[in-house]
């Protein structure tokens, strides 16, 4: 069996250890999975962003290399379609959130598209939860000043350390 056709079946069957072991024992694997995530149905998708993310474990440098594309794709200038990037990127937050460091200035303008916002909006929330200390408070900030209150997950919210703060609207 092929390795694409062992990532889809990996992908379909939704099981996290057999996709563990094939992006861990099978780097090119993830370039398949990470091609499921343009799928049409969610729940492929959402799979497929997770083998992503679980192959930061044992190539962590692919996996910054897949981000630092992501962003690229999500440039206006890329004349590509990146509307699942986020949810991508949001996998890979979960697992190993310190590999969009380095992406974070880009994130943060990124985030002002109203197409991306929400996506990366949560996605830098969760770094900046779990990424303690100076980065944390510096990626609050850098999202109150994008982003702020436009999410509309949270309308009426802050966000300051990573935790939510509620805000008085002034007429």
Avoid: F
Wanted: proline share 5%; with cysteine; charged share 30%.
């Amino acid at each position: 069996m092929s390795l694409k056709t062992r990532t889809h079946t990996a992908v379909r069957n939704g099981s996290e250890d057999e996709l563990e072991r094939l992006v861990s024992e099978e780097p090119g694997a993830v370039r398949h999975a990470l091609g499921l995530t343009y799928h049409e149905e969610r729940g492929i998708r959402k799979q497929a962003a997770r083998a992503v993310a679980l192959a930061s474990r044992r190539h962590p440098a692919m996996v910054q290399n897949i981000i630092r594309r992501l962003v690229w794709a999500m440039n206006d200038e890329s004349g590509t379609n990146a509307a699942t990037a986020p949810e991508v990127l949001q996998a890979i937050a979960d697992e190993r959130p310190e590999l969009l460091l380095p992406m974070l200035p880009d994130l943060v303008r990124l985030s002002a598209d109203p197409e991306l916002r929400e996506g990366l909006a949560a996605a830098l929330r969760t770094v900046s939860r779990r990424c303690p200390g100076e980065i944390g408070r510096q990626l609050a900030g850098s999202l109150n000043e994008r982003i702020g209150s436009s999410v509309s997950e949270h309308p009426n919210r802050r966000y300051d350390d990573g935790n939510v703060q509620g805000r008085r609207h002034r007429a």
